[in-house]
């Protein structure tokens, strides 16, 4: 079993940065492809970005290449995601997920374990 907690969200206003994190605990943490999602009101949760467990490869979702960085820490059990350029659409609650056997692609249902998200509001 593996316990995901983000942690990081809060009110920013547009063109501005935030930095989300996620802890993960459990044996095999630090050997799982990792992921952030996130749902905005009334609207289905969306794959935002993911990285292999070695750091190496890392996958975006189009609307936020070039503004948003994912990044992890094995010897923490942390992911990050810096995100720059934030712009209102990026408002919505963030998840963080992990995925036991892939290398960090875009389907939800590839997906595991899932912490219980942090609220990133953005306003114009």
């Known amino acids: 079993q593996v316990q995901l907690v983000e942690s990081g969200g809060g009110l920013v206003q547009a063109g501005g940065s935030l930095r989300l994190s996620c802890a993960a605990s459990?044996?095999?943490?630090?050997?799982?492809?990792m992921g952030w999602f996130r749902q905005a009101p009334g609207k289905e949760r969306e794959f935002v970005a993911a990285v292999s467990w070695s750091g190496i490869k890392t996958n975006y979702a189009d609307s936020v290449k070039g503004r948003f960085t994912i990044s992890r820490d094995n010897a923490k059990n942390t992911v990050l995601l810096q995100m720059n350029s934030l712009e209102p659409e990026d408002t919505a609650v963030y998840y963080c997920?992990?995925?036991?056997?892939?290398?960090?692609?875009?389907?939800?249902?590839?997906?595991?374990?899932w912490g219980q998200g942090t609220q990133v509001t953005v306003s114009s």
């Open positions: 997920a992990a995925d036991r056997y892939g290398s960090g692609g875009s389907r939800r249902g590839d997906y595991d374990y």
């Open positions: 459990g044996r095999t943490s630090s050997s799982y492809a």
